[in-house]
């Protein structure tokens, strides 16, 4: 079996590569003595090879744990060729990293991608000046539009290796690359720039960037709100005649192995679905295109200023979006931070911004009680509550346990692309797609069985019980904080929880609660205010406890995820709780 | 004219004289390329005037403009 490896800076579309060769056969494995994981994947029209997707770095020297784990794997001679890819519009930089890989492996294919890109904007690269100049096989080619696909493959099949006597000696990277690329690269005098130029401009502005950028988001918020509610609503009625079917078909087993199946992991893993797919399904394409036109980097550009006051970077602001969207996703794009003890404090408040899963939660209670002010205002108005929770809670984390040197922040600016808007839907449908399924299946699916199982007990209402001072103090009840803990499997059950244990049902009901059920139950408009002010700041959903796990590698540093949140949840429901 | 690059003002370029040793970028600079002798162009500057855009071998990077000082460069004409 043979290993290719592919290299590259980052922002050179070297994951639209890897995805373009090898579609859905990939995973994300883990390099040996690393925690963080490195994607392979196979090829169907390259047989007999493994394909290692190395993360985006701008050298072999650089100190991050990224650059430290692609400089160690390609100094490993694990792979028997590296492919090295590069951004026709950039070529001069890109340049250094590829001598730097030269200099200790002639094992190496040149593929200068986004040429149609680079074309566009008026540049020609020379790819056989190129070939010349580094004796190692160039292609061109536009994965994004499998353009030059074919010639990589044929150009990686045809790779004799080099033993390492013959490795071509280089010299100084910087001043040999500059020099290559004035011989291989032209650019037509009138490029079309000027757009891009202008963009730029508006999008940094001192008036309009930071209003552009909350225009964004708001809208962004919309959409996920409002475009999901009739998604969700029909896969719930296909979940529900689902139920039915399948009612019928479990006549003959005895009445808890039905009810378990059932009313236990099918109703609530569907439940988790029919909540969770939809709004994630608009949420993460939209900010997928943002990533792809590059917009991203200049909100990080907009916010550095407020974020280093908290003790924090431009990037954690970038890491809060995703968490907008889900916790899990955010915590793992805390892996764009530099700085450690930055990305451990992004990491231990990011579950402070709500995700998706909290959205239906935040609407319901904003609207019954807060007089309709309409599903997304609620909800924008909760996350901004979760941002400064954040970045205060960051502040306080750098002053105290996480106090660290000044640390340095340098970020590249990409030049704004065309965003490949069909090829974004459908990965981004299909990787929320998988996600969504493979968690409720995991997590839910047990947490359903046990809730059924708990339901048919009278032990939810002892423990409800048992939970109202610790509730009072709180400004809720005990359902409400019973309800908290057992949906730490999965945000989006809270408030079918505390209907079935209101309704003293043990089936995870469709029921909507209505202003009536609840004022019924005891509720006030405080208990509303504390219960989504606990919503946004409480402790992170299993998933993402999980993959703070993984990518801290600690349990106390976990526990601390696990406290942070709840800590601040806490102290404001109780003084909440004081004051009115 | 030398300047020190945290002085650079939008729109300006500067060629890259000296990069001292008092300079907390020193080593990341490199990877992008930022050596003596390198052209620069300041693009623009964040709201704020903390960050600054610099465009050096056809790529803009942002910088915090405090972490520039002990860069030292000449103005071009």
């Excluded at chain 1, 004796?135 to 536009?142: E, N, R, S």
């Excluded at chain 1, 509610?229 to 399948?246: D, H, K, T, W």
């Excluded at chain 1, 997590?443 to 019980?465: D, F, K, S, Y």
Aim: net charge positive; hydrophobic share 45%; aromatic share 6%.
């Amino acid at each position: 079996m043979k290993t290719v490896a592919l290299a590259g800076n980052p922002n050179v579309g070297k994951s639209t590569l890897f995805n373009t060769l090898t579609g859905l056969r990939q995973h994300t494995g883990n390099w040996p003595g690393k925690t963080v994981g490195v994607a392979q994947g196979t090829a169907r029209k390259l047989p007999g090879y493994t394909i290692v997707d190395l993360p985006g770095t701008y050298s072999l020297e650089g100190a991050s744990e990224d650059e430290r784990l692609a400089a160690e794997y390609i100094a490993s001679d694990e792979a028997d060729c590296i492919v090295v890819v590069c951004d026709g519009s950039c070529l001069e930089r890109n340049l250094i990293l590829t001598l730097q890989i030269l200099q200790r492996t002639q094992n190496v294919v040149l593929c200068v991608n986004l040429m149609d890109e680079a074309e566009r904007r008026g540049f020609r690269v020379d790819g056989a000046a190129l070939e010349e100049q580094l004796g190692i096989p160039v292609v061109l080619t536009a994965a994004g539009r499998r353009r030059g696909i074919q010639e990589l493959l044929e150009a990686i099949r045809n790779h004799v290796p080099v033993p390492p006597e013959q490795v071509r000696a280089w010299d100084d990277p910087v001043q040999r690359a500059s020099q290559i690329a004035e011989k291989c690269v032209t650019r037509s005098a009138n490029a079309n720039d000027g757009w891009r130029v202008v963009l730029d401009r508006v999008l940094v502005s001192r008036r309009r960037g930071i209003p552009i950028m909350l225009l964004l988001l708001l809208v962004i918020v919309w959409l996920t709100v409002s475009g999901a509610n009739i998604p969700s609503a029909m896969l719930e009625r296909l979940f529900s005649a689902g139920y039915s079917v399948l009612k019928g078909w479990m006549e003959p087993l005895p009445l808890w192995v039905a009810g378990i199946l059932l009313d236990g992991v099918y109703a609530t893993t569907t439940r988790v679905i029919a909540v969770m797919l939809p709004p994630m399904a608009i949420f993460f394409p939209l900010f997928t295109i943002l990533e792809d036109v590059g917009y991203l980097p200049r909100m990080a550009f907009l916010l550095d200023r407020s974020m280093y006051r908290c003790g924090g970077c431009g990037k954690q602001a970038l890491t809060l979006c995703m968490g907008l969207g889900c916790n899990a996703v955010g915590v793992t794009g805390c892996r764009i931070i530099d700085s450690p003890r930055e990305r451990l404090a992004a990491i231990l408040t990011n579950a402070m911004v709500p995700c998706n899963g909290r959205f239906p939660t935040l609407i319901l209670l904003g609207s019954l009680f807060f007089a309709d002010a309409g599903g997304a205002l609620v909800v924008a108005l909760c996350v901004i509550a979760g941002v400064l929770g954040a970045m205060l809670t960051t502040g306080i984390l750098s002053k105290t346990a996480l106090r660290h040197e000044k640390s340095t922040f340098i970020m590249e600016l990409p030049p704004f692309r065309r965003p490949r808007i069909g090829q974004i839907l459908v990965r981004s449908l299909l990787d929320r797609t998988l996600f969504v399924a493979g968690r409720a299946v995991s997590v839910a699916a047990p947490a359903g069985a046990g809730l059924w199982l708990l339901g048919n007990t009278e032990i939810l209402g002892a423990l409800a019980q048992l939970l109202d001072p610790v509730g009072s103090i709180l400004g809720m009840n005990g359902v409400i904080l019973l309800a908290f803990l057992l949906s730490l499997p999965a945000n989006e059950l809270l408030m079918p929880i505390i209907m079935m244990i209101l309704t003293g049902s043990s089936v995870l009901t469709g029921v909507e609660p209505t202003g009536q059920m609840l004022l019924a139950a005891g509720w006030t408009l405080e208990t509303a205010l504390c219960t989504m002010i606990f919503s946004v700041f409480h402790w992170p959903c299993a998933t993402t406890l999980l993959t703070i796990r993984k990518e801290t590698g600690s349990n106390a540093k976990t526990a601390a995820a696990f406290l942070l949140p709840t800590a601040v949840g806490g102290i404001l429901c109780a003084m909440v709780n004081l004051l009115l | 004219m030398e300047i020190m690059l945290c002085d650079m003002k939008p729109g300006e370029r500067v060629v890259v004289t000296k990069i001292t040793d008092e300079n907390s970028l020193k080593g990341r600079l490199r990877e992008f390329g930022m050596v003596p002798g390198t052209e620069l162009h300041c693009r623009y500057l964040s709201p704020g005037g903390d960050l600054a855009a610099l465009e050096l071998r056809g790529t803009v990077i942002a910088v915090r403009r405090k972490d520039l000082t002990g860069i030292y460069a000449r103005r071009c004409v």
